[in-house]
């Protein structure tokens, strides 16, 4: 908690000091109150006369207005400070998670982050505000009534001590016994938080599977768990508001008594004992309010501890020993520092012919191995591939095709070998660029709320319509865009979902290819489609890839991520994978020949060749060609 104030604090650092000053003044005048009222008794209503009573009113109305100004004022400054830090916080946390990698993200998971940047920072927020108001109040009333109290009578002070010393020691024991359950409810949120999020996020799917009660029971369970230590705290917590009024109740009897007994023999006046009443009863109540201020600092410091986690993770991707890359301004490609010679490149068209000697991608020995996971989801790939060529890459469900693209744009880092584009190590690319350069459809579709044009200029704010139709057409979603009353500012709801799966993949294969990149990654993202929309698709970025060429642009090279022989029979280069092993690299036709894993992939999916004939057996199929 002290962290966040010291990291956010500091714009309202006047409304952190101010606020509770104004709090003290107000406390004082609580404070002052019971001996104006014993006055009012004992000169007024004790002599029968209205001079004092109407002094003494004046007096309690004056400091009443006073107190209320600075009630007002502390409100605000608590107000301010606490929802300035709240919304601070908010940012950098968004700013910060933004800027993690997968790996760190994995590592906390979405709905923890939900969690954390909203009810975490919500327990942060009221604990600040109620800091600014309270903290100082009932501490400071209570040991100010408590020393008032002693002023008029040390004797009858004792039972003011001991009843004290009763409902503290209550207080204190109960709170030590509450606190874990305190913390472990916001862990027991997080779960509650994860299955709604995947309840709510796949409800199609659970009612395709008949799945509601499942999901209802899970809830529940969580739920149940959730409210046993709610009510487990209950539980312990519900003898203090009985225990604490049955004890300031006896204390009271008590001081009415020997109270009594002292007024009779003159030691003290009615007065007196009505004001020490008041103090009494003002510092046991203060107990209770400190207790709720203990549970309310106790659930910020859990969540104030989760925040800091997440804003002291260290982002595993980052920029650090990153250059910026010269990208030629025309084309878009990078400079001479990156040519496999380094000699300058003169001219465009020279800087085209040589480019094309410096490979687009190249993977050399890369592994990756998931945080925890006992094997490498990649192990040991090596490829190459060139500008305007197409890489194809097919295996089994959680062969690791996946993990493999996500290492070109760093979504991951490599545990080993390097992944460089254009001649140069991803790790050494800043990685704005190399995040304009590579473009990636990732496997799920994913659009935010907005418009089609607020979709797609993501890679390119300052995309014309004109780039934006030119995508569309090649991702083969401009015929239904176009449709569109409101064409490309049609409205996109949340996550996409006024558009079919395949009508979002190609929104996201259109958004990719906004700005041009240079390598296009494609993961899977074509598998919605129909199979003469996908073969329409991969025509339309051939064609795409000549234009380009013919232009004198360099053509982007392609790496298409799929399961079906029909989405990478046409690559330049098939990459075959199975248990994160590349098993088979080479065209169609020459692994339909020498790669047992690619024939059965083929046969799978009725796909013919003639250049296998029935029960052929490939004994070199492990054999790899590496480009
Ligand atoms: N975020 C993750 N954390 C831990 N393990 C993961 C993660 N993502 C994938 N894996 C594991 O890594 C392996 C490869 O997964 P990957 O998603 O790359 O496979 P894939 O070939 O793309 O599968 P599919 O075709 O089903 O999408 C799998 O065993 C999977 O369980």
Request: hydrophobic share 50%.
């Amino acid at each position: 908690m002290f962290k966040l104030l010291k990291r956010f604090g500091g714009s309202y650092r006047a409304n952190l000091v101010l606020g509770p000053l104004c709090k003290l003044i107000e406390v004082v005048f609580d404070l002052f109150t019971p001996i104006i009222v014993a006055y009012m008794i004992d000169a007024g209503v004790g002599t029968r006369s209205v001079q004092p009573v109407l002094a003494g009113g004046g007096i309690l109305l004056a400091m009443a207005a006073v107190a209320i100004l600075f009630a007002l004022a502390c409100q605000k400054m608590a107000s301010r400070a606490s929802q300035g830090m709240g919304t601070s916080i908010r940012h950098s946390l968004y700013e910060h998670i933004n800027a993690l990698s997968h790996a760190d993200l994995d590592r906390f998971g979405t709905p923890s982050l939900t969690t954390r940047i909203t009810n975490d920072v919500n327990q942060v927020q009221l604990a600040i505000a109620l800091g600014i108001r309270q903290l100082m109040r009932w501490p400071f009333l209570a040991v100010g009534s408590l020393v008032a109290a002693l002023a008029i009578d040390v004797r009858l002070g004792l039972i003011f001590v001991v009843s004290m010393a009763v409902v503290g020691g209550l207080f204190w024991f109960v709170m030590k016994a509450c606190i874990p359950y305190y913390r472990s409810m916001q862990a027991k949120l997080d779960r509650i938080a994860l299955i709604v999020r995947e309840g709510l996020s796949g409800v199609r799917v659970v009612r395709a599977f008949v799945r509601e009660g499942h999901e209802r029971r899970r809830l529940a369970d969580a739920a149940q768990d959730q409210a046993a230590t709610a009510i487990a705290v209950g539980r312990l917590s519900s003898v203090l508001n009985p225990v604490t009024f049955l004890v300031m109740y006896l204390a009271v009897c008590a001081i009415l008594w020997a109270g009594g007994i002292q007024v009779n023999i003159g030691e003290l006046t009615q007065g007196q004992v009505v004001a020490f009443v008041s103090y009494m009863t003002q510092a046991l109540l203060s107990i209770v309010y400190v207790a709720n201020l203990v549970v309310v600092f106790t659930k910020a410091s859990a969540s104030a501890a989760r925040v800091n986690e997440v804003l002291a993770c260290q982002p595993s991707v980052t920029d650090e020993g990153a250059e910026p890359v010269e990208l030629w301004s025309s084309a878009g490609l990078p400079g001479a520092a990156e040519r496999a010679d380094g000699a300058g490149l003169p001219d465009a068209a020279e800087q085209a012919g040589a480019s094309k000697r410096v490979p687009t991608l190249a993977l050399r020995n890369v592994s990756f191995a998931y945080p925890g996971a006992a094997a490498d989801a990649v192990h040991d790939a090596t490829l190459t591939l060139m500008s305007g060529q197409t890489l194809g890459v097919i295996g089994g469900t959680g062969s690791g095709k996946s993990t493999l693209v996500s290492l070109i744009p760093r979504l991951y880092d490599a545990t080993a070998g390097t992944v460089e584009v254009f001649g140069r190590d991803v790790r050494r690319w800043p990685l704005k660029q190399l995040r304009h350069v590579v473009g990636m459809v990732p496997q799920q579709a994913t659009l935010v709320s907005g418009t089609i044009r607020s979709n797609l200029i993501w890679r390119d704010a300052g995309a014309t319509d004109d780039d934006l139709w030119r995508a569309l057409e090649l991702a083969q979603a401009a015929e239904f865009v176009r449709a569109l009353a409101d064409g490309l500012n049609a409205p996109v709801e949340a996550g996409g979902k006024n558009f079919s799966g395949g009508q979002r993949q190609r929104l996201t294969i259109a958004r990719a290819l906004v700005g041009a990149p240079k390598l296009l990654i494609l993961d899977d993202s074509a598998s919605a489609l129909d199979y003469k929309t996908d073969a329409a698709l991969r025509v339309a970025l051939a064609s795409y890839g000549r234009d380009a060429a013919a232009s004198g642009e360099l053509p982007p090279a392609v790496v298409v991520v799929s399961q079906r022989v029909a989405s990478v029979r046409a690559a330049d280069l098939i990459c075959v994978m199975r248990r994160g092993n590349v098993v088979g690299l080479g065209t169609h036709d020459e692994l339909v020949r020498a790669c047992a894993i690619y024939q059965e992939i083929c046969a799978s999916q009725g796909v013919e060749d003639e250049t296998v004939s029935p029960g052929t057996t490939v004994s070199r199929h492990e054999e790899v060609r590496h480009g």
